[in-house]
């Protein structure tokens, strides 16, 4: 039946209303009558499907769009979520018109080309049938992301489950983001009672504002802390801890991690009585208060700096039967912290033993210069590696040492800190006690630098690293990653991209800078580029800056390990030596 003028006049209005609507909606929208003859349609359709605009217009038959859009490629639409199937032309249309008919209708297709689309229909109780058609490719990929972020914060819980001491993280509000296993059967609290909460939620008014002082320093500067203290179990008994506080994140998402490493064991070795704590076991930190120490033995104190725990303990016993009050650290933070008490203490360290590894940390760290016993063992170290002597030197009552650590004699308290006010002291050679070597040392596996500011990633690389065998240092920014390089010459380099003071781009330009201007610099060191997220042109903007190649996180043993074989020459040494 033709229409009349009027009923012309009302159907152009009506199609200009919907096409209105669905450009304010940025939305395909279709109209058939109950015949599934088409009423009115936006030309929006046709962003999504490549058809005549005939199939659009008023009277067109719902079957003729379904035979167009199967030749696009459409067929991939249907129940199957966006998977292409091996169906006939008659079988899908039959499907898509049932689809049609239903009462409602939603779901989620990929069409051809990769975008994303989003199909709702309405089927009205006259028969009229409403279907529209939204574009939510931007959604999904928000979703990925999202999706992305949920596994990785997974995976961090995983690894901070793993670690043998207790870790918390806050956010820039000082609440409690994440805790391991460890921090809650230490102070004896579930999760999801901690995570959320801030310190005065869980503690005194006046340990949580001191608490939040510290902490608040950390997120404002970016200055590390770290103290020896004395934390409450949940037991109420007391272990002695080297606490941690790092800053993490970016400008504006800046986080604390928050570490406790239990040195109860190495206390009671210095035979040093930790004093009661009187807080809650939530969080109660206290600074360590210990009475007067004994008497040094006659022989003197040495500190042993070894990662290796196990040799550092063999070490520590031959000392002591040797007459020596030996105590040993594991890190180069720890040893730090160690002779900052002692100093404290008026405890006097005669000698500092300090593996090659520890050493290369201690060389980069500012506070290695308050302690002229440890400054002097590293700069000992650096000189023997570089140039190694004829003949060891051993001191004629002392047993031989493990074959990595270096010796250095000490002053006192008081001389420390006077020399530590004026140049270096140059000491002859014999007047320095060095433990024998072997020809077994750290230089005989691959030297890897890390340059990371996110300190679960540092944990991560470093259980990698440990893994499979290579000897690494880790620094928290490019310039430390410079002087890192400078001091050591690694192997390679795993470069962060992003990090605070100088990034990663800035960092290798500053090192390609130096090879090519400085005559005593020996080669091209390969630089690989680490970044989290794998945008469109980053790659070629790291290969651009001087780096060598690109590995995008979370990281796995396996991509590491190929990378090192890739750049390293004969980087198979490490794995008979790991």
């Known amino acids: 039946m033709a229409l009349n003028e009027t009923d012309s006049r009302h159907t152009c209005n009506e199609v200009r209303d919907i096409e209105a609507l669905a450009s304010v909606l940025d939305t395909a929208i279709m109209i058939y009558d109950r015949n599934d003859t088409l009423i009115a349609a936006s030309s929006q359709f046709l962003r999504f499907f490549d058809i005549g605009p005939d199939l659009l217009q008023p009277g067109a038959r719902l079957r003729d769009l379904f035979n167009a859009t199967f030749d696009t490629g459409a067929r991939v639409l249907g129940s199957l979520n966006g998977k292409t199937r091996n169906v006939s032309r008659e079988d899908w249309i039959a499907e898509r018109t049932a689809i049609h008919w239903r009462e409602r209708y939603e779901s989620v297709e990929q069409l051809p080309d990769g975008r994303w689309i989003q199909l709702r229909k309405r089927r009205m109780a006259d028969g009229i049938l409403i279907s529209t058609i939204q574009d939510i490719t931007d959604q999904k990929a928000r979703e990925e992301e999202v999706n992305e972020t949920l596994r990785q914060a997974a995976l961090v819980q995983v690894i901070l489950d793993s670690l043998a001491n207790s870790v918390i993280v806050k956010d820039s509000e000082l609440r409690y983001l994440m805790v391991n296993d460890v921090f809650c059967r230490v102070f004896g609290l579930p999760r999801k009672q901690i995570l959320g909460k801030r310190a005065a939620d869980l503690t005194g008014p006046e340990l949580a504002a001191r608490f939040e002082k510290i902490e ?7 200055e590390p802390y770290d103290a020896l203290e004395n934390i409450y179990r949940a037991d109420g008994t007391v272990m002695t801890c080297v606490t941690r506080m790092r800053r993490s994140g970016s400008p504006g998402a800046f986080f604390v991690t928050v570490s406790f490493d239990n ?10 009585d930790p004093a009661a704590a009187r807080e809650t076991p939530s969080a109660a930190v206290e600074p360590a208060a210990v009475p007067e120490p004994p008497r040094p033995e006659p022989r003197g104190r040495i500190l042993v700096v070894d990662e290796d725990r196990q040799r550092s303990a063999d070490r520590v016993t031959e000392l002591k039967r040797a007459g020596y009050d030996a105590v040993a650290t594991a890190s180069a933070s720890e040893a730090i912290a160690f002779l900052d008490t002692a100093r404290s203490m008026n405890l006097t360290v005669c000698e500092v033993e300090v593996s ?6 201690l060389s980069a760290k500012a506070e290695t210069g308050k302690h002229q016993v440890l400054k002097r063992a590293v700069e000992k170290h650096i000189t023997a590696t570089a140039v190694p002597a004829s003949a060891p030197l051993s001191h004629p009552d002392r047993p031989s040492g493990p074959p990595v650590l270096s010796v250095v004699a000490s002053a006192s308290p008081d001389q420390e800190k006077s020399a530590a006010q004026s140049e270096p002291v140059n000491i002859p050679v014999a007047a320095l006690e060095a433990v024998s070597t072997t020809p077994e040392t750290a230089r005989d596996r691959v030297r890897v630098l890390v340059a990371e500011d996110n300190d679960v990633n540092q944990i991560v690389f ?10 690494f240092r880790i620094v928290n920014n490019g310039q430390e990653a410079v002087a890192a390089w400078r001091a050591s010459a690694p192997d390679l380099i795993l470069m962060d991209v992003s ?3 100088m990034n990663g781009l800035q960092a290798v330009q500053a090192i390609r800078e130096a090879e090519a201007n400085e005559a005593d610099r020996a080669g091209h060191v390969p630089v690989i580029a680490v970044t989290a997220h794998a945008m469109g042109g980053d790659r070629e903007r790291c290969l651009a800056a001087g780096m060598d190649d690109y590995l995008s996180k979370p990281v796995n043993p396996e991509k590491l390990e190929a990378l090192i074989h890739k750049w390293v020459e004969n980087a198979e040494r490490f794995l008979a030596a790991g």
């Open 499 to 501: 990090m605070p003071v």
């Open 216 to 222: 608040r320093g950390v997120l404002e500067t970016g």
């Open 356 to 361: 090659d590894r520890l050493a290369s940390a």
């Open 263 to 272: 040195i109860t064991a190495l206390v009671e070795e210095n035979h040093v």
């Open 462 to 471: 470093e259980q990698i690293l440990e893994g499979i065998g290579a000897d």
